[in-house]
Each structure stands twice: as structure tokens, then as C-alpha cells.
């Protein structure tokens, strides 16, 4: 099976994050933040993981170093679930309508982190959820995850359709990225 577990623990946040690449679909757990758990939700019904998470943080600062530590932890335990990346995909791409949002994800695997995010959102907060940490959730985890992440917002209004919108289609370009279409590393360097 392709899992892994994360512990990470600092002055700042505890956290425990398990995460199956060929999972049912299911998010448990808390970060402690409710808009943000119903992103990593949609994360994994959407990608078709099975991600389990406690976490304690600093919520009476700020989401800053919870949302981030928990993009760590994920990136962290998507390499190690990968392990080689012998025979996947790769790459993902996935256009994901909600409502009047349509956003664009498209990544690759690489080994080679990078981030992109043209994405403005027109609301501060989306109930408790400081909408500043959606990038720097998605790009704790490009950097972590080791991929070339690419995110787009084409157009959208609504604050909650937008960050729906990026999360949902990460989970479907994920799921393509890491689905095994063969035995082969996808590389001509023999290597990712």
C-alpha cells in the first residue's frame, strides 16, 4: 500500500498526518480550523486518499502555522507514499468549474518543487479561515511534495467557490498524477 505517517511536532503546532494514495475517499480528523477541514474533505474525496489528521496549534495567534505545518506534513508524507514514483503518471491536470468559479491545476511529480498562483481571492476571511493561507498551504505542500505546482483562478466571484474550486481540482490532478500506468520511472533521466 502507498502511505505514510507524519508526525511533526514544533513550539508552534502537533501534528499527526496519515495519508493512502489508494484510499476510500475520507478525511478524519481536525485541524481545528472548520472551513479549512472542509478543503482537506474535499481534498480526499476528490483524490481518492485516505487522510487522517490531528493536529493542535496556535489557533489563538493565528491559522498561520497550523495551515502551513499541516501542507508540510502532507507534502512530507506524499513523497514518502511515492517513494521511487516507479510507474506513475506524473502529471495531472484538471479544470474544476463551482459555481461561478473555474480554477486550473495542473502539476507534475517532478522531484523539482515549484509554484505558481495566480489566484486573488475577494474575501479576507471565509468563516474562521484567513483565505491568505490557501497559498501558503498549497505552497508549503508543492515545496514538500517535491512537484511543479501550477494554479490558476480563470474567473469567479465568490470567496468559497474560489478555494472549493483549487481544492477540488488538486485532488483530481493528484489523482491522475500518482495513478500506475505501467513499471517504468517516467523520466529520461531515469529518475524523479
Same mark, same amino acid.
Given at each position: 500500500?502507498?502511505?505514510?505517517?507524519? $508526525?511533526?511536532? *514544533?513550539?508552534? *503546532?502537533?501534528?499527526?498526518?496519515?495519508?493512502?494514495?489508494?484510499?476510500?475517499?475520507?478525511?478524519?480528523?481536525?485541524?481545528?480550523i472548520?472551513? @479549512?477541514?472542509?478543503?482537506?474533505?474535499? /481534498?480526499? %474525496?476528490?483524490?481518492?486518499?485516505?487522510?487522517? /489528521?490531528?493536529?493542535?496549534?496556535d489557533?489563538?495567534?493565528?491559522?498561520?502555522?497550523? %495551515?502551513?505545518?499541516?501542507?508540510?506534513?502532507l507534502?512530507?508524507?506524499?513523497?514518502?507514499?511515492?517513494?521511487?514514483?516507479?510507474?506513475?503518471r506524473?502529471?495531472?491536470?484538471? @479544470?474544476?468549474?463551482?459555481?461561478?468559479?473555474?480554477?486550473r %491545476? %495542473?502539476?507534475?511529480?517532478?522531484?523539482?518543487?515549484?509554484? $505558481?498562483?495566480?489566484?486573488?481571492?475577494?474575501?479576507?476571511?471565509?468563516? *474562521?479561515?484567513?483565505?491568505?493561507?490557501?497559498?501558503?498551504? @498549497?505552497?508549503?505542500?508543492?515545496?514538500?511534495?517535491?512537484?511543479?505546482?501550477?494554479?490558476?483562478?480563470?474567473?469567479?466571484?465568490?470567496?468559497?467557490?474560489? $478555494?472549493?474550486?483549487?481544492?477540488?481540482?488538486?485532488?483530481?490532478a493528484?489523482?491522475?498524477?500518482v495513478?500506475?500506468?505501467?513499471?517504468?520511472?517516467?523520466?529520461?533521466?531515469?529518475?524523479?
Open positions: 500500500m502507498r502511505e505514510s505517517t507524519i $508526525v511533526r511536532k *514544533t513550539a508552534e *503546532t502537533d501534528i499527526c498526518l496519515r495519508l493512502v494514495l489508494d484510499g476510500d475517499g475520507t478525511f478524519r480528523g481536525t485541524s481545528g472548520g472551513f @479549512f477541514d472542509h478543503m482537506l474533505t474535499l /481534498l480526499a %474525496v476528490h483524490g481518492g486518499f485516505t487522510l487522517e /489528521l490531528s493536529a493542535q496549534g489557533l489563538e495567534v493565528d491559522d498561520h502555522h497550523t %495551515v502551513e505545518d499541516i501542507g508540510i506534513a507534502g512530507d508524507a506524499l513523497t514518502e507514499a511515492l517513494g521511487d514514483k516507479r510507474g506513475i506524473r502529471y495531472g491536470c484538471f @479544470f474544476c468549474p463551482m459555481d461561478d468559479a473555474l480554477a %491545476v %495542473v502539476l507534475d511529480l517532478s522531484g523539482r518543487p515549484y509554484f $505558481v498562483y495566480d489566484v486573488a481571492i475577494p474575501v479576507e476571511r471565509i468563516g *474562521t479561515f484567513e483565505t491568505e493561507m490557501t497559498r501558503e498551504f @498549497f505552497l508549503a505542500l508543492a515545496m514538500h511534495g517535491k512537484m511543479n505546482l501550477h494554479m490558476a483562478l480563470l474567473y469567479g466571484v465568490n470567496g468559497h467557490h474560489i $478555494v472549493e474550486s483549487l481544492f477540488k481540482g488538486l485532488g483530481h493528484l489523482a491522475e498524477a495513478s500506475v500506468k505501467g513499471q517504468q520511472i517516467l523520466s529520461s533521466k531515469g529518475v524523479l
